[in-house]
């Protein structure tokens, strides 16, 4: 391999042939990730170069602004460049394209990131040296490379691990361009940088896709000294990443707030972290102001369906953290869980946070994601090895997707299936705490065996009730036949029976008048009464609420209608049943069909123009304050 000498600034290295004609699949992996991806992959490196002898925390200060295209340095040699490439498939040749317009732009965006309390890089001085005590060698000129720590719990609390991350700067920008100011323990300040083009001819020779901002001396590249621009300085001890030609999607200084928040809340709260975006500062005594205001996040706990930063931050600082444990072979990770359970929160998720602070996922809880919770996970540093040999390059979920050795595939897979029932067991705690059964029985085996009595017995008291095609009307094949009624039902079966009328088929059912008190022609407005099954009803006592589902699809007559209204009677332990002495206005404050999410019109008898989809009837019910909780009913639908 030989190096090209024609450029002063940029350094590409020579090949014999073009073979790859594609840019970086890597670059459209992080410009999928957005300006919210570019933030946490800086911010993360910035923390991964705290200085682990001090008790300051790591600041970092991002800027967005613009700057005269002609004072980035080496852009005249990246401008014959870029109007040499040649795309040989329809996405080069759009993104070429884009690259050539965006050079006629005079003024041209950018975003930089400049940390302190930080490192730097070291051995900037002696460039391209190979050395794995030079991080400005395997930084600048190493693709794929992850320097580790020889402080193995330090090593292990750092976010990165890939070696991928530091082309999420290249993906931000137009033409794929990043430059880093270093500035080291020594005070010795350096500028570098990287741009990622295709394969490519130039001036009778083909070159490699990478060029670096670079010297050359002999055969290796060595860093410029830092005498540029006032945008690519950097005179304190740290590391300035600068972004010339940011895309136009990603000058969005909210998201970038955003960003911070919900990445890098437990830093900030734990005071080791500050940021600056622009003039607005992220700290420890600010987040909670900015992640209640309703310019960055949703305030409506009922609405927070997918960003879930503001409920994180107040379970982190209000809740008492308990420990759990999960099993991992011969040993047991050991997790603080700050958990928060609250009945308006429409999603249940757990924050995974490293130690470092920084949020890997918003973990679902299998089955479990719409229970009104929310989690902060934390663990150690043994926890965090491990949970750093499971994320994603992109650090934004654990999986075991890319563990290639079986083994360790199946411990992972294993590892987040006990995650799993550990969280499902607090979640389960937490259920009961703040929905006691009726009479406060604590004994699982006794609840269920009186609730399959009761059910049995208010089964017992229906007749078999049909319907015209001669089939029990929505009821399981655990509803009783009319023989087994009891005396007194039967007694008032027949009382009735003066009501019903015999339809051509010998099958009865029951009228009721219309709504608007019309007798002329109301024979034609007769809506026929169901009495349902006790299987077939779901209902849910919560606090201040009760969810209610009915499955009327077991008969295609009664499911095929689109709306109803829902009757309920009063009925003891025995099954007896008590007509009319329910009032649903002294009840209920309200009634959502939540099939529709339209608000019900409700009688004292009725719940008026109950929506029927796919044969299920869904009810949340807003309880009045003197509400009996320990009432149960029968219901009756009128279709």
């Known amino acids: 391999m030989t190096l090209s000498h024609t450029d002063s600034y940029w350094q590409f290295s020579k090949i014999p042939n073009i073979e790859e004609s594609n840019f970086n699949k890597i670059l459209e992996r992080f410009y999928s990730l957005g300006v919210a991806g570019l933030t946490r992959e800086n911010i993360q490196n910035s923390l991964d170069g705290r200085l682990d002898d001090n008790e300051q925390p790591v600041v970092v200060k991002i800027k967005l602004g613009e700057i005269n295209r002609k004072l980035i340095p080496g852009m005249d040699s990246i401008t014959e460049r870029i109007h040499s490439l040649e795309g040989r498939n329809g996405y080069t040749k759009e993104t070429i394209s884009h690259m050539k317009a965006t050079l006629e732009d005079k003024e041209v965006r950018y975003i930089s990131f400049e940390d302190s309390n930080t490192r730097g890089l070291t051995g900037a001085k002696y460039g391209q040296s190979n050395s794995k005590d030079h991080t400005w060698g395997i930084y600048a000129y190493n693709k794929g490379v992850h320097f580790e720590e020889k402080d193995q719990e330090f090593e292990a609390s750092r976010g990165g691990s890939h070696g991928v991350g530091k082309i999420a700067s290249n993906a931000a920008s137009d033409l794929h361009m990043m430059f880093f100011a270093n500035c080291d323990k020594d005070g010795e300040q350096h500028l570098g940088g990287t741009i990622q083009l295709i394969e490519h001819q130039y001036q009778n020779e083909y070159y490699r896709s990478t060029g670096y901002f670079a010297k050359l001396e002999g055969s290796k590249f060595m860093p410029f000294e830092n005498y540029f621009e006032d945008i690519f300085e950097k005179q304190t001890r740290g590391l300035k990443i600068v972004i010339p030609f940011l895309r136009k999607s990603f000058y969005q200084e909210d998201e970038i707030v955003r960003s911070v928040c919900d990445s890098f809340f437990v830093s900030i709260l734990e005071k080791k972290l500050i940021v600056h975006i622009n003039d607005l500062v992220i700290d420890a005594s600010t987040i909670e102001e900015i992640v209640n205001n309703p310019a960055y996040y949703e305030q409506d706990i009922s609405a927070m369906k997918k960003v879930f930063t503001p409920l994180y931050v107040r379970t982190y600082k209000n809740e008492t953290p308990r420990v759990i444990e999960i099993p991992h072979g011969n040993s047991t990770f050991k997790f603080n869980l700050y958990f928060n359970y609250d009945e308006q929160i429409p999603k249940g998720r757990v924050a995974i946070i490293r130690t470092i602070g920084m949020k890997i996922e918003d973990f679902m809880v299998k089955n479990n994601s719409t229970k009104p919770f929310n989690g902060v996970l934390i663990g ?189 009677n009063i009925v003891d332990g025995m099954g007896k049943e008590y007509m009319g002495e329910f009032n649903m206005l002294k009840n209920y404050v309200k009634v959502i069909d939540k099939n529709t999410n339209v608000e019900c019109k409700v009688e004292k008898d009725a719940i008026k123009n109950v929506s029927i989809q796919k044969g299920i009837v869904n009810l949340q019910l807003a309880l009045q304050p003197t509400y009996n909780r320990s009432l149960k009913f029968i219901y009756y639908v009128e279709v």
């Open 380 to 568: 150690s540093s043994n926890e965090d090895v491990y949970l750093k040999s499971l994320e994603n390059e992109s650090h934004t979920q654990i999986s075991s997707d890319d563990i290639k050795n079986p083994e360790l595939k199946k411990q992972a897979r294993k590892f987040i299936n006990n995650l799993t029932k550990e969280l499902l067991k607090v979640i389960e705690e937490a259920v009961r705490k703040h929905n006691p059964v009726d009479g406060k029985i604590n004994t699982s085996d006794l609840l269920y065996t009186m609730e399959l009595d009761f059910k049995e017995n208010l089964a017992d008291s229906f007749g078999a009730i049909k319907i015209k095609n001669g089939r029990n009307i929505v009821t399981s094949d655990e509803g009783k036949n009319a023989d087994t009624a009891p005396a007194k039902e039967k007694r008032k079966k027949k009382k009735d029976e003066k009501n019903v009328k015999p339809t051509n088929t010998g099958v009865r059912r029951k009228k009721t008048k219309p709504d608007n008190g019309d007798v002329d022609g109301a024979v034609d407005d007769l809506k026929d009464e169901f009495k349902i099954n006790p299987y077939r009803v779901e209902r849910l006592l919560l606090n201040d609420q009760e969810i209610i589902q009915l499955n009327l699809s077991g008969d295609g007559d009664v499911a095929k209608a689109k709306r109803c209204n829902l009757k309920f």
